[in-house]
């Protein structure tokens, strides 16, 4: 396995590609419209890289950057080649990129009372598995609630708006309305 990353601004002919993916790997309520996240995409603090096997393409993840904060917003496995390692290898390439960062992103709260618990459950272990811990941080948008865990450190909630504010912009930050809290609060925001 010989994965790597490139932009996806130097491989436009992939845009389909991603789309796809994208549409398939998660659900409308956690989508931001493609033509904006490809628009955000044209800031320096913004990757939105494909990953390849050689020549075969895997998926994608978007990243974004603030100071020595990198925000794994998207990752995604094409389905016809996950549970093959390359999740963990894409997180691995991340890790590389950004060296000197703490890598944070958020999951699915594990419920048990969700219709997906054995999925929430199996993806907080795949993260874990590949280093990521609990950052006590809870985000709740306008559709869900989330577990934030970090890799490399921890991260407080001032760093985290500060962070989607700077990529979403005053008006699109009002819009998403985020809700950062530590998970002892769970309680009070549920």
Known sequence: MSLRVESLKKHPQQINKVKELYLDSFPANERIPINLLLWKAKRDFVDFLIM???????????????KD???VLYIAIDNNIRSKGYGSRALTLIKE??????IILNIEF????????EQRLTRRKFYVRNGFEDSTLIYQDRWGLYEVLIYRGQVDKEEFYD????????????????????????????
């Open 52 to 66: 390849y096997d050689d020549d075969v393409f895997v998926g994608f993840t978007y990243l974004i950057t603030r």
């Open 110 to 117: 594990v419920d048990e009372m969700a219709n997906n618990y």
């Open 69 to 71: 904060l990198t925000y």
């Open 163 to 190: 962070l989607l504010k700077r990529f979403a912009g005053t008006l699109l930050f009002s819009v998403f309305k985020p809700h950062i809290t530590s998970s002892k609060a769970l309680k009070v925001i549920k």
């Open 97 to 102: 990129k950004y060296p000197n960062n703490r």
